[in-house]
Structure formats: C-alpha cells, structure tokens
C-alpha cells in the first residue's frame, strides 16, 4: 500500500486546466518537503514543483507562471493546480516527499535523473495519475 495516491490526471486540449491531488495515508507523519514530478515516455523523470512545510513554493522553470502548488496538511492533501497546459506537459505525473536529509527544499524542483535514481533524494512515491494533453 502506497502512503501516496495521485487522482485528477486525465486528457485536455491545449490550454485546458487540470488540478491534481494527492493524499497521503494517516500512518505517513507529515514531511515538510513534498514535490510534484512528471515523467513523459523516454524521457527522465523531472521536478515539477516542491513546497516546504509552511507551503512555500518553488517551480521548474517550464511551469513557471501556469502551474501552482498548494498543501492542505489538515486533510493530508497536496495538490496541482495546472492551467495553460501544453502538449509538452503530457507526462506522468507523481507525488512524492523529500528525503528529511535533504536540507534544500527548493532544489529538488530542479532535479532530473533517470528511474533508477528516483530514491536518492526522495523518501516515497505515489503510483502517479497521467496527464495528456492534446494539441
């Protein structure tokens, strides 16, 4: 059983909007650094957003200005707000928590490192919901 669940992926045109979710199980303490990854086929699995235990947020820099982060650690929810989509954001897309070792949360929205890797600085992951996004 996955202390992480992602919903909310689906397929939208170009310049459609979708907002992602993802609750983490009672038995998972709070992190203080949650982020979003996507990983399109071929390609590695990049940040996408992170935020810190007080909610602030960092992007990466193709989703800057169209996607924003937000955490309900009341209802254990992270979530995806993504407007403006694009076919290049078709992906899928994970929710996972920050390693507590790593002491830069902000970084890990910059990161990018193939499957294999995905434990090296991050503690857990979701299944992942996939986003399509059609031109």
């Known amino acids: 059983q996955s202390h992480l669940v992602e919903t909310g992926g689906g397929s939208v045109q170009s310049g459609g909007s979708l907002t992602l979710s993802c609750v983490w199980s009672?038995?998972?303490?709070?992190?203080?650094?949650m982020a979003w990854f996507r990983q399109a086929p071929g390609k590695e699995r990049e940040g996408v957003a992170v935020?810190?235990?007080?909610?602030?947020?960092t992007y990466a820099g193709p989703v800057k200005g169209r996607f924003t982060i937000s955490r309900d650690n009341t209802n254990r929810t992270l979530y995806l707000q993504m407007n403006d989509l694009q076919f290049e954001d078709t992906a899928m897309y994970y929710c996972?928590?920050?390693?507590?070792?790593?002491?830069?949360?902000?970084?890990?929205?910059?990161?990018?490192?193939?499957?294999?890797?995905?434990?090296?600085?991050?503690?857990?992951w979701g299944r992942g919901t996939r986003v399509n996004i059609s031109s």
């Open positions: 009672e038995e998972f303490f709070n992190r203080d650094c």
């Open positions: 935020t810190d235990s007080i909610g602030t947020p």
């Open positions: 996972a928590s920050v390693d507590p070792e790593v002491t830069d949360c902000a970084s890990v929205a910059g990161l990018s490192f193939d499957e294999s890797q995905r434990y090296r600085f991050m503690e857990y």
